[in-house]
Nanobody
Framework: QVQLVESGGGLVQSGGSLRLSCAASGTIFRLDAMGWYRQAPGKQRELVATILNGGSINYADSVKDRLTISRDNAKNTVYLQMSSLKPEDTAVYYC?????????WGQGTQVTVSS
C-alpha cells in the first residue's frame, strides 16, 4: 500500500510561481511512473505531466515551458515547479503514482491563480 501526501498549493497572482510536492510512503522498492493531474471546476481531470522512473517526461501542451516535473527517488517524492502561472491553471492538483500495477492518488491540493 502506498500513501501520498501533497503540499505546496495556494493562492498566487498571475505570472507567479508555486512548487508542489508529493511524498509517497509505505513499503516501496521503487515507484514506477509519477505524475500530476488537475481538475478545474466543472471540468474533467486532465494530465499535467508525468515522469517515469527512467526519467522520461511528458507534458500537456498547455503547460509546456511553464511547468517542470521532477522526482527524487531516494525520497519517493515528485515535484511540480510551476512558473508564469495563468488564471486558467486554477484547479485542484492531484499527485498520481504507479507501483506494481496499481495506481495511487493523493488527496489533492488547491492552486488558485488570480488575474
Amino acid at each position: 500500500q502506498v500513501q501520498l501526501v501533497e503540499s505546496g498549493g495556494g493562492l498566487v497572482q498571475s505570472g507567479g510561481s508555486l512548487r508542489l510536492s508529493c511524498a509517497a510512503s509505505g513499503t516501496i522498492f521503487r515507484l514506477d511512473a509519477m505524475g500530476w493531474y488537475r481538475q478545474a471546476p466543472g471540468k474533467q481531470r486532465e494530465l499535467v505531466a508525468t515522469i517515469l522512473n527512467g526519467g522520461s517526461i511528458n507534458y500537456a501542451d498547455s503547460v509546456k515551458d511553464r511547468l517542470t516535473i521532477s522526482r527524487d527517488n531516494a525520497k519517493n517524492t515528485v515535484y511540480l515547479q510551476m512558473s508564469s502561472l495563468k488564471p486558467e491553471d486554477t484547479a485542484v492538483y492531484y499527485c498520481n503514482v504507479a507501483y506494481r500495477l496499481k495506481n495511487y492518488w493523493g488527496q489533492g491540493t488547491q492552486v488558485t491563480v488570480s488575474s
